[in-house]
């Protein structure tokens, strides 16, 4: 590749902290409410003009992972419990209990990002939005500063611990420290996807409803649209004003550009299909519209860094417990097709009926999984244990979300933004108390992390 000189330069530090949180996601927001409220002096790094990540610029919902497997048993609380409290309270979202009930907790990203806002301002985070972080400096392993870019140009972010909240270890991999990306076999992540908001339709009866979701089935079958399943009518949503659709399907690597704009342009041209059929040919959606997009197109999984643990498939379905639990979880093993494919392929397990056609399951079928061993046991949950969440490579970094340590199995459970939240909490929490402590992330007393992580309301 032709490349250019690009000249060295004198660049303003324009914020110092104790905690540098890189990236506002589920992991990240968390993080930074966690640390600030535990007494460090914490800034927030974020690309957007608001936080959230998936959760606000993917419309992803609902939470998943606030319960026991299959039980309405909470294991997650603290912050997650609270955003819920405040989202409640302006009508984004339903009570704690009755959440409960439900697989996850749905909400209106609009009323995420101001609880989180919110939620920053009162811990006294201070923010750092619209600035995207394009390298990270380390020196003896250990990181100095992050390089930001925004509206005022290159920029440096001085702190004592890191925080990688990118989603993508984009502060990890720009450091030099070692990541891993996708499955080991030909390193391909699970697809990517976009939810969707689609209103303008007339009311529907349950018949009427089953017929035209099956109409699209059949379309789906006969090679019309490519959907990796036909619940366009499957709200996601908490509103009633609209659905939100969780069916959109790309194959590629979100830490690149080119494999990013290729996925933006499938999706958006896969869901106006739908669009465009439905109001040609389907009376009740003659005056139908797209009321909003994602933002960005979503990726269930990239780089993870790699810790001393990493959280493994058989942690995920056995319910493993470990000693240095900062976090449950109890999402499945959830691996969406890393090759893209759409319907009738869905997950990546030994019945996919690719078979031999699929280099993966020619290759490894005989270690794959079956559906009805994906699941952790019912009631139970697994643990995060706080060495998935530390680098081998840079002291004073610590990972949270979905690049925390773990196999390709294990991130497809622990990816979702209830154990994300979790873990931020326990991220945020560890990095206050390295500092106060003036020891590396790798050196916290673990057993007193549990305690202050116990005393702020999570469940460990
Ligand atoms: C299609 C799809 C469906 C899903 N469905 C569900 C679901 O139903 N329920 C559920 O709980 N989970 C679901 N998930 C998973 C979940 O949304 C993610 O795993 C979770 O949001 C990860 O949180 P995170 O904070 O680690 O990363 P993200 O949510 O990706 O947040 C990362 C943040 O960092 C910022 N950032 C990234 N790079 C930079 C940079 N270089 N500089 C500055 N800022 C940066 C981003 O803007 C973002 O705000 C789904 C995911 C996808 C893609």
Redesign the pocket.
């Known amino acids: 590749m032709q490349t250019i000189f690009e000249a060295d330069r004198h660049v303003p530090v324009v914020a110092d902290a104790d905690v540098v949180v ?8 968390a993080a930074a409410i966690a640390a600030a409220r535990r007494g460090a002096d914490t800034v927030m ?4 003009g608001f ?8 419309l ?6 606030h319960t026991a497997s299959r039980s309405d048993t909470p294991i997650v609380e603290g912050i997650l419990r609270e955003i819920t409290d405040r989202m409640h309270a302006i009508n984004g979202c339903p009570t704690w209990d009755d959440a409960l009930q439900e697989w ?1 907790v749905p909400f209106d990203a609009e009323a995420l990002k101001v609880v989180i806002d919110e939620m920053c301002a009162e811990a006294g985070v201070r923010l750092l939005l619209h ?4 390298d990270a400096l380390a020196e003896d392993g250990a990181i100095g500063a992050v390089m ?1 870019e925004n509206k005022s140009g290159r920029q440096a972010v001085t702190g004592r611990i890191f925080i990688d ?4 270890a ?2 990890a991999f720009r450091a030099g420290a070692p990541t891993t990306h996708g499955r080991p076999f030909d390193n391909k992540p ?1 697809s ?4 969707f908001h689609l209103a303008g339709f007339e009311p529907l009866s349950d018949e009427r409803r089953k017929e035209i979701t099956e109409q699209v089935r059949e379309e789906m079958a006969n090679g019309r649209f490519r959907f990796y399943n036909q619940g366009f009518l499957n709200s ?1 949503a908490y509103h009633a004003d609209h659905t939100s659709a ?1 069916m ?2 790309f194959g590629g690597n979100s830490d690149t550009a080119e494999d990013m704009t290729a996925a933006e342009l499938s999706i958006r041209a896969d869901l106006w299909k739908l669009i465009r059929y439905l109001q040609q040919n389907v009376p009740e959606f003659r005056s139908c519209y797209v009321q909003q997009t994602s933002p ?6 990239s780089r993870q860094i790699v810790g001393p643990y990493a959280l493994t498939g058989d942690d995920v379905r056995t319910g493993a417990k470990f000693d240095d639990a900062i976090a449950r979880g109890s ?1 499945w093993i959830d691996i ?1 097709c890393p090759r893209g494919l759409a319907y009738p392929v869905h997950i990546c397990v030994v019945e996919c009926p690719e078979g031999e056609d699929c280099p993966y399951w020619a290759s490894e079928h005989t270690k794959m999984l079956s559906r009805d061993e994906l699941h952790p046991p019912d009631g139970d949950w697994y643990d995060i244990p706080y060495r998935s969440l530390l680098s081998v490579g840079i002291k004073n970094l610590l990972s ?4 925390i340590s773990a196999t390709h199995e294990g991130m497809a459970g622990s ?6 939240i979790a ?2 909490q326990a991220a945020g929490t560890a990095a206050a108390s390295a500092t106060s402590a003036q020891v590396a992330p790798g050196n916290v007393n673990v057993s007193d992390l549990q305690g202050a992580l116990r005393a702020d309301g999570q469940l460990i």
């Open positions: 890189c990236g506002g996601g589920p992991g990240g927001f790094i974020e690309r957007y936080m959230g990540g998936l959760a606000t610029a993917g992803v919902a609902p939470i998943l992972g996850g600035s995207y972080i394009a930001i909240a990118t989603g993508d984009d502060v699970e990517m996807g976009s939810f996601c969780n959109t399907r960005q197109v979503g990726p269930r999984e999402w969406h949270t979300g979905r690049c990816r979702v933004m209830g154990t994300c873990i931020g």
